[in-house]
């Protein structure tokens, strides 16, 4: 996948990327949102395996500002018409700039038009209310909220959200 927008750039990840990867996933500021506030301790070689399982169906990204990796992303079909996605921006001094909103709307996109889902879903913390805005802005809808329905890495229950938006609802801010 290549997706490119001004100066901003979705590319599948490759086998180069696992080291860069690894830093991130093992880094707690970064994947605290995600339950692992040690990170997840997983190494460059592991996530390089991964890498080489990707398929058009479920794919790990890597997001490019300025041909400078930024931040990830992934999708991975749920069923013939459904996919569930992600996103990290994981360079902190590039979250507030609105380049979530516009890569989520290009990867969005292009899942609608290219792969020709009919659905994308995706979940977050409670907490994290700046992805929340972002994604019913975008035109998700929250199908649930799930109270106290996993532990973090350190045994504190955590709360989430389960969004999905229909091709109906997309709002595309990559135009």
């Known amino acids: 996948m290549l997706l490119q927008f001004k ?18 996933w093992n880094d707690g500021k970064i994947m605290a949102h995600a339950g692992f506030p040690n990170g997840t301790g997983e190494m460059a070689d592991e996530i390089a395996e991964k890498i080489k399982r990707n398929t ?4 790990h990204l890597i997001i490019e500002l300025d041909k400078r990796p930024i931040g990830e992303m992934s ?12 996103i990290k921006i994981c360079d902190f001094s ?3 700039k609105g380049y979530g909103k516009i890569l989520l709307s290009m990867l969005i996109f292009s899942l609608f ?42 045994g504190e229950l955590q ?17």
């Open 113 to 154: 038009e290219d792969r020709g889902y009919k659905k994308v879903i995706l979940d977050t913390n409670v907490n994290n209310k700046r992805a929340q805005h972002v994604y019913e802005e975008l035109g998700f809808r929250k199908v649930q909220v799930r109270e106290n329905s996993w532990r973090n890495q350190l």
């Open 94 to 96: 590039e979250h507030n």
């Open 7 to 24: 100066n901003l750039t979705i590319r599948s990840a490759t086998v180069k990327d696992a080291d860069l990867l690894s830093l991130w």
């Open 56 to 59: 058009d169906e479920d794919k």
């Open 75 to 86: 999708y991975g079909r749920e069923n013939e018409s459904t996919v569930g996605i992600g």
């Open 159 to 175: 709360s989430s959200i389960d969004y999905e938006m229909n091709r109906e609802d997309f709002v595309n801010f990559a135009k």
